[in-house]
């Protein structure tokens, strides 16, 4: 199997002979299209992976615009009902901030940034610090237990003879391994790093979009937008370097 990019009419992009072989850009549009080949037939099934339109492609080729509906287009809106559900304080809270600055959402360019770049990195930041703060503390809590357990199971088997020591002793074993593997998953997964880096970064975008709510009044020349983005990014770009600090850099040196 092999992959050859080639320019299509307009501002198309391809790649042949690819399990997702069509892969479309127009503006702020991305879509992917997926080829299944039978004898005499051709089935496409296009999937937006982003943006505010995609196209319908079809066996001759043509491409149809299709809209793309605000459920579809806003995080807070589409998240799946589970997401929904462990994120509903983030998701309430996030939905009253979009209300609110409507009025200064009248601008295709900024309705994206909100939405794919500031909604998406808020959420995205609420559901990961949530998972490694519970694998944290399920981790810790497991080796804590185990390590409290061999120690118990230790100095009973000092005392105790015949089939019961065996089981003492087997069982004190399995614990230590478990013990051993809950203090390893620490310093590998790096989730208390990873819990901490993504609580700072959700803080500082809801801090950012908060300014740009309390500014939004007395702001006549619009430089409260601005002042949001390079918060954003600011935000982004330290996230970015606390990663390879805390994580990647740390991961390496555990390989050598």
């Given at each position: 199997m092999s992959t050859s990019w080639h320019r299509l009419p307009g501002p198309w992009w391809s790649a042949g002979n690819h399990p997702l072989s069509e892969t479309a850009f127009w503006g702020l549009q991305l879509w992917v299209t997926t080829h299944?080949?039978?004898?005499?037939?051709?089935?496409?099934?296009?999937?937006?992976?982003?943006?505010v339109g995609t196209h319908e492609a079809k066996s001759s080729g043509k491409r149809q615009p299709v809209e793309i509906s605000d459920v579809e287009f806003d995080p807070c809106v589409s998240a799946k009902q589970r997401r929904a559900r462990l994120l509903a304080d983030q998701l309430?809270?996030?939905?009253?901030?979009?209300?609110?600055?409507?009025?200064?959402?009248?601008?295709?360019?900024?309705?994206?940034y909100w939405c794919q770049k500031w909604e998406f990195e808020v959420l995205k930041a609420a559901d990961v610090e949530r998972f490694?703060?519970?694998?944290?503390?399920?981790?810790?809590?497991?080796?804590?237990?185990?390590?409290?357990?061999?120690?118990?199971?230790?100095?009973?088997?000092?005392?105790?003879?015949?089939?019961?020591?065996?089981?003492?002793?087997?069982?004190?074993?399995?614990?230590?391994?478990?013990?051993?593997l809950a203090t390893g998953a620490i310093a590998v997964f790096r989730s208390q790093e990873r819990w901490l880096m993504y609580r700072r970064l959700q803080s500082d975008l809801m801090t950012a979009a908060w300014k740009l709510i309390n500014a939004c009044a007395d702001d006549t020349k619009d430089k409260s937008w601005e002042t949001f983005v390079k918060e954003t990014d600011h935000a982004m770009h330290t996230y970015d370097r606390q990663y390879q600090s805390a994580v990647i850099a740390n991961s390496q040196q555990t390989s050598k």
């Open positions: 299944t080949r039978e004898p005499g037939v051709v089935t496409l099934e296009t999937v937006k992976l982003f943006g309430a809270q996030v939905k009253v901030m979009h209300e609110v600055l409507s009025s200064r959402l009248d601008r295709k360019d900024r309705t994206a490694n703060r519970n694998l944290s503390t399920w981790l810790r809590f497991t080796a804590l237990v185990s390590a409290v357990f061999v120690s118990t199971l230790a100095g009973i088997s000092i005392s105790v003879s015949g089939p019961s020591s065996t089981f003492i002793r087997v069982t004190t074993l399995v614990l230590g391994l478990i013990s051993a």
